[in-house]
């Protein structure tokens, strides 16, 4: 698995038993690893540079700030009822959506960052399939489900902890969503099981 290092051509090697970023052009030694005991199915790095974030088969989040950014500590956020294997950060750098439970969870990596909080609850699908965040600050996420339902919300709503419904569906096409992206900030384009792909206009930078 690769991730890659935002601002940089870097790139993050996952795999199991910790990260690794690739040192200084021929070297062939990490710069730095960060050690972990799993395997990674997932790999996020904050626009800011200041995270990087693995989801797990052990069903959990492994978040570690690269040292030059602070200093260097690491934190886990357990107890998903499934594996983690598909994260996203917004183009702040502030939150991170993963999927690993029925609803979509939203992380605060604001300030201090997410130690000791709980995340927002995005509440539609069974099962998440997909997700994706569209570009820009203004917190929207579309997240796809098992039941071919493609669900829009405004991520950073209501109080912190909070479960949100979403402000909007999509029209149900009867297949597992396979993947979901943003062409920009007005297309959604989803892909089904099935083989059928399908564009959404979004108008508005500000509304869904």
Known sequence: MQGGW???VRVLDAAMGGLGLPGERHTGQ???TYPYIG???ALAVAPTEKWICSG??????????PPRTRDGSELTMSGYPEKVSRLAFDDTGCRLAADGAPDLTVWDFSGKGPAGTAPRQLRCHET?????RRPGPTGHLAGGGRDGTVALWYATAGQPAGRLRPVRTLDDMNSPIAALTWTGPHLLI??????????YEVPSRTAL
């Open 6 to 8: 935002s601002g940089t």
């Open 30 to 32: 990490p710069v730095v």
């Open 39 to 41: 395997s990674h199915l």
């Open 56 to 65: 797990n088969q052990d069903a959990s989040i492994h978040c570690a700030e």
């Open 128 to 132: 998440v399939t997909a997700l994706a």
């Open 190 to 199: 989803t892909a089904h099981r099935d083989g059928r792909i399908r564009a």
